[in-house]
Every structure is written in structure tokens, then in C-alpha cells.
């Protein structure tokens, strides 16, 4: 075996080692980016659905209990039923299998997202009104 012959059957050793190893792997991170792309997606379908459901409530439930100063802990409580049935009734069971393949307890992750929405528009309501 000459030099050349050596050469040639290294290159092919590593060209196979490259090709078995490395294409797996790089279907494994399309794979993986695809589906990171598809679940960031849905998760921001989800929270647009929450801050809709969010504003839905606030302007049909809670606008008008504060007119009439009975929005309490009881009111407040039932507005966040309300918001949540809406946001439930809106996602279809691909997003919720999805939602409850993502997080350990997506009706939590829900509910934290429900707040979250809720003090924003509280926050800018009170930054409209001081102005």
C-alpha cells in the first residue's frame, strides 16, 4: 500500500465516520429547531388568547362592578373564572396536549399568565389616567 492508497482510505474512514454520526445529528437539531419553532409559536398563540380573554372580561365584568363599586375579593375571584373558561374554551386539544406536554401543570402556567396580563393592563391604566 502506497501513500496515496493510505490517503485515500483515511479520507473515506473519516467521510464515512462524518456522514454516519453527522447527519443523524443534524436531523436531530432540525428536528429539534422545528419543533422549538412550532411551540414557540402556539405558546405565543396562547398568550395573545389569555390577553384577549383578559381585556374581554375586563371591559364586560369588571368595567362595570367598579361603576358600581362592588368589585371585591369575590368579584375579583369570579372575573378570573370567567378569563379562564374564555381562554380554555378558546384553545383546541392539539394546544392543550401541546400546553400539557410542555409544562407540568399548564392550567398553573395559565392562571400565572392570567395575572401577569391583568397587572399589565392594570399598569397601564394607571399610567393613561395619570396623564
Known sequence: MNWEDLLIYIIKAV???????????????IR???????LNRL???????????VIL????????????????????KAAFEMCKEKVLEMLNEETITAL?????????????????YVRENKVQYIEITEE
Open 43 to 53: 405558546l405565543s398563540r396562547v398568550e395573545n388568547i389569555v390577553s384577549k380573554a
Open 100 to 116: 400539557a406536554e410542555t409544562f407540568a401543570d399548564y392550567e398553573e402556567w395559565i392562571r400565572t399568565l392570567i395575572e401577569a
Open 15 to 29: 467521510c464515512g465516520l462524518v456522514i454516519s454520526v453527522g447527519i443523524p445529528l443534524l436531523f436531530t437539531v
Open 57 to 76: 372580561v375586563d371591559q364586560t365584568y369588571v368595567d362595570a362592578l367598579k361603576e358600581e363599586g362592588l368589585f371585591d375579593k369575590e368579584a375579583q
Open 32 to 38: 429539534k429547531k422545528v419543533k422549538d419553532e412550532k
